[in-house]
């Protein structure tokens, strides 16, 4: 069946400083791939997503490249702040298209 | 539009008590999604609607489990003889048909605990 790796967290991170998150996964076919963040107290919000091998998505500044030959789409920020810290799943959409299946999230956490 | 509602927010009930959540889909979406989030957990997928059929139950689905579209708009996830291991958010989320690949549109959860 279909699966998906983090990196566990905590990630404890200055203000400022670059954020990489590893995601890989285990699917048939050809998956889409997503990144959701979940800040406390709420529902997970859609961050950026890809849909085909070598696709870059973005958003807020963050950055994942769908890549098919390992398998991964990381997630990348070059200057957090403060209010990045949520917690981040990875997340694919399998080629029948029926459920999202996610990884077991990492918490990031940005001091001043 | 204000996007997927789930109500309540937050339940606190006895073991052995049953309970019933609500969502609220966007009106337009007619994939509906109910998900399980235990503490420091990755969601789990729990069950799918496509309009008022019930597609897809994972085996994490018991017995005492049951969700319900009845018009294909809301829907209800009801827990029967709760137990402490129930305690988790649940998550509902929705989609529409045309668009799996923008991903889904969560709600806000409703936190379970049971004592």
């Known amino acids: 069946g279909n699966s998906v790796t983090q990196m566990e967290g905590p990630v404890t991170l200055s203000e400022e400083a670059f954020l990489t998150i590893n995601c890989t996964y285990t699917?048939?076919?050809?998956?889409?791939l997503f990144w959701y963040v979940q800040y406390p107290g709420e529902g997970l919000q859609l961050l950026l997503k890809a849909t085909k091998a070598d696709d870059k998505g973005s958003n807020k500044g963050f950055e994942a490249t769908y890549r098919k030959e390992t398998t991964s789409f990381h997630l990348e920020k070059g200057s957090v702040q403060v209010s990045d810290s949520a917690v981040y799943f990875c997340?694919?959409?399998?080629?029948?298209?029926?459920?999202?299946?996610f990884g077991g999230g990492t918490r990031v956490l940005v001091k001043p | 539009d204000t996007g997927v509602s789930q109500d309540p927010r937050h339940k606190i009930t006895k073991r052995g008590q049953n309970v019933t959540f609500r969502c609220d889909p966007i009106s337009e979406h007619n994939r509906l999604y109910w998900y399980r989030q235990t503490l420091g957990q990755g969601p789990e997928f729990l069950t799918y609607?496509?309009?008022?059929?019930?597609?897809?139950k994972s085996r994490l689905l018991s017995d005492r489990f049951s969700a319900e579209r009845p018009k294909g708009s809301f829907s209800t996830l009801e827990i029967q003889r709760t137990e402490q291991g129930d305690s988790a958010m649940y998550l509902c989320?929705?989609?529409?048909?045309?668009?799996?690949?923008?991903?889904?549109?969560f709600g806000s959860g409703t936190r379970l605990t049971v004592v």
């Open positions: 699917a048939t076919g050809y998956p889409s």
């Open positions: 989320a929705s989609s529409g048909a045309g668009d799996l690949n923008y991903g889904y549109t």
């Open positions: 609607f496509q309009n008022e059929a019930q597609l897809e």
């Open positions: 997340a694919l959409l399998g080629a029948a298209g029926n459920k999202l299946t």
